[in-house]
């Protein structure tokens, strides 16, 4: 039987990369603690995902893979004896993509781009990653990483079966508006329950066990949170789901800043063959 650990965390992102990097390494500590091997982070979780996004925004924020901030992500992923998975702004040479860097302990990186770009991501001036998904291997298992919109790919099922891929990491933003946020006080008027119950369902799975056409292989997914620039604050919500299709850890969204913490899931997962 092959197993692989994983981890998934949903941290605030809206400081700077120094800030960012400190909530990284205590997350990947505190899954390493618990056994994990591997842990997911969100979609451009460490510079914070705007998505009031313009090109000189991206220029300021983007940062090479070999550069500073990656050094000490790699440092991490030696220190604590684990491969972590961060989505970032990538500068590469004269373009910019929304980019994973998996670090591994063992000091080697793999980096996937993002393919399907949204209008605005389009629009500051990203440049797709290639369509076919980036596939790495842990223990014998193969994982796509998937960035968000990817997901929806067509053939895209097909093509990972086709490669032999058993498992996908899925880091994505998490959608919302601060004036859509409610503070922890509103929760004591009915018009401020009626609207987090209402939410609630966008950032909650209860489903014990997802549909097939949902979810074709298992997935670990981490969303982003908290408030990013003047607009943008993000509900979180990770979810840890097995080849089964069984749900087996999640960290629900919230529309509550005051309920908005950094946060971490795992869970050992079990795949068959030797």
Known sequence: MRTVHVAAAQIHSGGSIAENL???ERQARAATAAGAELILFSECALQGYDYDLDRDLVARIAVPADGAAWRRVRGFARKHRIAIALGFFEAAGTEFHNSVLLARP??????ARKHVLTPGELKAGLTAGPREATVVEFN?????ILICADVGLEGLHAALEARGVEY???PTGGGGKL???????????????????TNRPRVFNTCAILEAKDCPVGFTSANAL?????QTCHQGHCMIVDGQRVMRAQI????VLEHMQDQMIHAELNFGGK
């Open 22 to 24: 400190k909530r990284v």
């Open 106 to 111: 063992d000091g080697t990186t793999t980096v």
């Open 140 to 144: 014998g298992v193969k994982i796509a």
């Open 168 to 170: 996908r990491f899925v």
């Open 179 to 197: 004036a859509d946020m409610l503070h922890e006080a509103d929760l004591a008027t009915p018009e401020g329950r009626q609207k987090y119950e």
């Open 226 to 230: 908290g408030p990013a620039g003047r």
């Open 252 to 255: 629900p969204g919230t529309i």
